[in-house]
């Protein structure tokens, strides 16, 4: 059994931050590796990236977001309540190397999942221009802890409520326009977000690592559940992954597999908050 | 080789049918097909049994059950003793009754098949062990003095699990590591409840955690922890960690939603209980037209499956002929009789799909048989000109698998041959790494259950040998 030992309600409830007991884990994990979680007995395997650990504590840090049945019912576990099962750490350790000036961007959970690989490249001495946003400042997460692991952060919401109002690409395209010797960029979010990144960095021929977030199973290479385009090639997220070049990924092919099961998603999603009772504060 | 088989003179006993449920009914539900032996027909098949003095059958079976013996037992009435006798030789009896290709071992070499129908020894042993589970008396067979030696057994299926049975009964420490989250490999994420149900399973691990042996799951070794890691806390390791990377048709469309290799349908179904969606939250495409594309037994256990899930057609599409068939006889049987359909000689060549991605269809070829290949069976050639679609909702590509390098990378000393699979000993299970064993699917690459036990035998007694006298 894997405690909570700390939570935290992010971006209005929406996000969730669990420090979960799991020091073997938490020795051995790596900046852009993952675990998958069950809640129970019925649960489904979810896999997680890591946004943090403390080996010395044995903790390791999760962030997502709730949009199903599994992320919600993740979301009742309370402090000292537990997972079932948290296996890892899963998948390739980011390859992290001095480039000199690095860009990294992030945009929603996955900010969660840059900040490791973010703090692991400033670590070794990288000049790190950070991008995060979110479609609103309430929805906006760990500004602090990515602005402690960034030389230069800057932040846009869709909205405008804070920083500057549109996509994390402006900033982006910016900063690379400024910069020309910017040598890697790692972005990090949503599906269209990581697309419309890459084909800004492809326009300045630069380097950029995306991390996916494909559908899996069992996350060791066996089921082949997550396997992804990549240069035309398949590759298993799990074992080859999660992170890719980005400009060699089909994002098409990755978005249309993510839809798999929206029907059955929903189905489970729905009965979830019936037998719950509907207290969420999203107003439906 | 004459044989002077003294028939009995008593009347002649037929061989005792299997009780089973109708296939209309099953094909529908998860159960178990084979209902079992009862106490009497399983005493009056025993009788079958003629007590050879020299035994065939026991030459044929990889792990050397006593097999006249414990048949012996079972005809006097003596279930416990007849368990003992299994035991003594065979960690997982419930699994290799249901399991075992008898027809190709025991059975195949039973002297009195050579002119009626063998002993069924599976069906025997599977009485004997299910006996054993419902009515019997808790008794556990004696150990060894402590020896105060550890093992790590990396992989929780058919090999683990005999090489733990065997080791810890020998007196060592014995602790196995499970990647998933549930121990038994194959046995719990592969081969479908109708086949071996979980509680089978699940009470053949509980036998040998009361036998002392340690379950560790969620590990995956390789990740969570290193083999040179393990060999600083253990004295020997084994490496039954299977077979690994499913492998896919590579043509074009095998992204389209509704398209699964074999490992993640089962998985889904079989250790996800995707069945049983939405109690259990773990979806699976509930094809109405299935086609399963090999001609193993996983593919049989796929295409059951598919109609287990309510597909109202369920193909399996080979592209060689019957004959060549490499799965069961008696799988192929059950398939059939519930209803799969074969097509032979036909290969795919791509699937279709509508604009947002579901799989509706795949394009096939017909093929004839040409000269032998490699393996001796006769190669297929296509026919030009012969391309036909069928239509599908769900494909299920059950070609096999390769060696999956998680654990052999991080492992350095290991000698990999150039499908990646572990290179170690046939006769001992040694790796070219000191105290590191290995056998089933990751050294054989995929082979069946029984196999991967009898690989897990020759790596305990040379285990043994090495933590007893030091080689």
């Known amino acids: 059994m894997f405690e909570i030992v700390e939570r935290q309600e992010l971006a209005q409830g929406t ?6 007991r799991a020091p073997k884990i938490a020795a051995k994990a790596k900046p852009g590796q993952f675990v998958i979680l069950r809640a129970n007995e019925t649960g489904e395997r979810i896999p997680l990236t890591m946004a943090d650990t403390d080996p010395e504590k044995g903790l390791i840090n999760i962030i997502y977001m709730v949009v199903g049945k599994s992320t919600a019912l993740f979301k009742t576990l309370q402090v000292g309540d537990s997972f079932l099962d948290v296996i890892g750490p899963l998948g390739a350790a980011t390859h992290l190397e001095k480039v000199g000036k690095v860009i ?115 996350g060791t290479g066996m089921c082949g559940c997550c396997r992804v385009r990549v240069d035309g090639k398949m590759k298993f997220a799990c074992v080859d992954g999660p992170e890719f070049d980005g400009h060699l990924v089909d994002f098409d092919e990755l978005n249309l597999r993510l839809r798999s099961y929206l029907p059955e998603e929903k189905l489970s999603y729905d009965a979830f908050k019936t037998s719950q009772g509907h207290t969420c504060t999203c107003g439906k | 080789m004459t044989e002077e088989v003294k028939a009995p003179k008593k009347e002649k006993i037929p061989r005792q049918k299997m009780p089973e449920q109708p296939a209309e009914v099953r094909r529908h539900n998860f159960d178990e097909v084979p209902l079992g032996y009862t106490p009497e027909l399983a005493m009056k098949e ?61 059975e195949g070499l039973c002297i009195v098949g050579k002119k009626d129908e063998p002993v069924a020894i599976g069906n025997l042993e599977k009485f004997a062990a299910d006996y054993q589970r419902l009515h019997g008396r808790d008794v556990l067979p004696p150990k060894a003095e402590p020896t105060g030696k550890k093992v790590a057994v990396v992989g929780s299926g058919p090999a683990g699990l005999t090489v733990a049975g065997d080791l810890i009964l020998k007196g060592h420490e014995v602790t196995i590591f499970e990647a998933l989250h549930a121990p038994g490999g194959v046995l719990i994420y592969g081969i479908p409840e109708f086949r071996l149900p979980k509680a ?72 996800m209980k995707a069945y049983e969606f939405p109690k259990y939250d773990t979806p699976i495409v509930r094809g109405k037209k299935v086609a399963t594309f090999g001609g193993g037994n996983v593919a049989m256990d796929s295409a059951r499956t598919a109609l287990r899930l309510g597909a109202e057609k369920s193909y399996i599409i080979y592209r060689r002929g019957r004959e060549e068939l490499p799965a069961r006889k008696e799988e192929i049987h059950h398939a059939e009789d519930e209803g799969v359909e074969f097509m032979f000689l036909t290969a795919p060549v791509r699937f279709l799909g509508t604009d947002d991605g579901f799989l509706t269809g795949v394009e096939c070829l017909r093929m004839e048989l040409g000269e032998p290949d490699a393996s001796g069976r006769r190669r297929p050639v296509p026919v030009p000109g012969s391309e036909f679609v069928v239509d599908i909702d769900t494909a299920v590509i059950s070609i096999g698998s390769s060696a999956n390098p998680l654990l052999t990378k991080s492992t350095p000393g290991l000698v990999l041959n150039k499908w990646g699979n572990i290179v170690a000993d046939p006769k001992t299970g040694k790796t070219m790494k000191p105290r590191v064993w290995a056998g089933g699917d990751i050294v054989t690459g995929a082979a069946t259950v029984i196999l991967a036990a009898g690989a897990g035998r020759i790596a305990s007694n040379s285990i043994h040998d090495f933590l007893t006298y030091g080689w």
């Open chain 1, 104 to 218: 990294c961007v992030g945009g929603g959970t996955g900010i969660a999942v840059l900040h490791p690989i973010t703090r692991g490249l400033k670590n070794l001495g990288n000049y790190v221009y950070s991008v995060i946003g979110a479609r609103s400042k309430d929805l906006l997460i760990m500004e602090d802890r990515m602005k402690a692991v960034s030389d230069e952060l800057m932040i846009c919401t869709d909205d405008g409520t804070y920083g500057h109002k549109g996509f994390v690409t402006d900033k982006l395209k910016e900063t690379l326009e400024k910069h020309k010797d910017i040598g890697l960029a790692v972005c990090i979010g949503p599906v269209p977000m990581m697309r419309a990144c890459c084909n800004v960095t492809k326009e300045f021929n630069v380097k950029t690592l995306v991390s996916l977030n494909p559908i899996m199973v069992d």
């Open chain 2, 46 to 106: 025993a009788e079958r049994c003629i007590q050879c003095k020299d035994p065939r059958c026991r030459q044929g079976c990889p792990v050397e059950v006593d097999i006249p013996a414990f048949i012996k037992c079972i005809k006097e009435g003596d279930f416990e003793g007849a368990i003992r006798k299994l035991w003594e030789k065979n960690a997982l009896p419930a699994v290799c009754g249901r399991v075992c290709p008898q027809e190709v071992q025991c």
């Open chain 1, 15 to 20: 996000i969730i931050s669990n420090w979960v």
């Open chain 2, 200 to 271: 089978i399973v699940a009470a053949e691990c509980r036998y040998l955690e009361r036998l002392g042996v340690k379950f560790e799951v969620n590990a995956v070794i390789g990740r969570s922890e290193t083999v040179d890691e393990l060999l600083e806390r253990f004295d020997a390791v084994f490496l039954g960690v299977g077979a690994g990377l499913p492998l896919f048709l590579n043509i074009p469309g095998e992204h389209y939603i509704g398209v699964y290799s074999s490992n993640e349908y089962l998985t889904r179904s079989n250790l």
